[in-house]
């Protein structure tokens, strides 16, 4: 069965305090993982997609990396409005269904 | 170009009452799937259908729960006799090509949020 962890579950960040969020994965024949944000009473917003290890995706102050075992988003110099709940996702195997992980609500405070 | 959307946004609905989830996927999109967040939960896949078909409902709950994906006209996630239990945030989603290299990402909808009472 597909598993994703994402850790840490919630993140406090100051305004300008780069991090990063991980998102680990054990799953058969990885196709895709990709990587959403989600604001309050909202629907997933689609951010990037990785299909290679060493691959990496680029966005504003956001940038997505993928090994074979896990991935993380990088957020640098964040702001306020970045404030929201970062989901992961993975595409494996013969199913084309998303198998997500519990997400990592972030918090960065002005 | 107008996403996915979903209707309504928000459904009240009575123990033992039916309760119907629309969702029109983006144009040109032919795949559509159903998803589930329960409170304090994680999104769950529930469905993935395409027109006419369903190919895969295996997150699906085996009663009381059904959908659709007609020729002409929105998907329909279809819930019968609802319990409490079933309050949650229901997701539509849909992508181009999810078999293929490229372009196969899923753009989700603003979602329904049910409340059973």
């Known amino acids: 069965e597909d598993q994703v962890t994402q850790s840490p579950e919630a993140l406090r960040l100051q305004e300008g305090e780069s991090s990063s969020l991980n998102c680990s994965y054990t799953v058969s024949g990885l196709r895709g993982l990709f990587w959403y944000r989600q604001d309050p009473g909202k629907g997933p917003e689609f951010l990037f997609t990785l299909y290679s290890a060493g691959e990496e995706k680029e966005k504003e102050r956001l940038k997505a990396t993928l090994t074979k075992k896990e991935s993380f988003l990088h957020i640098t110099a964040p702001k306020p409005e970045d404030s929201a ?5 993975v595409q494996a195997g013969a199913g084309n269904m998303l198998t997500f992980g519990g997400g990592t ?5 002005p | 170009n107008a996403g996915v959307m979903q209707n309504p946004r928000h459904l009240v609905r009575r123990r033992g009452q039916e309760a119907r989830l629309r969702c029109s996927p983006m144009k040109g999109h032919s795949h559509v799937y159903w998803y589930r967040q329960l409170p304090e939960e994680g999104l769950k896949f529930m469905v993935y259908l395409q027109k006419e078909n369903i190919i895969d409902e295996s997150g699906m709950p085996k009663e009381r729960f059904s959908a659709e994906f007609p020729k002409e006209g929105p998907s329909i996630l279809r819930i019968q006799q609802v319990v409490r239990g079933d309050s949650a945030a229901y997701f539509c989603a849909s992508s181009l ?3 293929q290299r490229r372009n196969t990402e899923a753009f989700f909808g603003q979602g329904t949020r049910l409340t059973v009472v």
């Open chain 1, 105 to 109: 609500r972030l918090m960065v405070k």
């Open chain 1, 85 to 89: 709940t970062y989901l992961c996702a």
């Open chain 2, 97 to 99: 090509y999810p078999g």
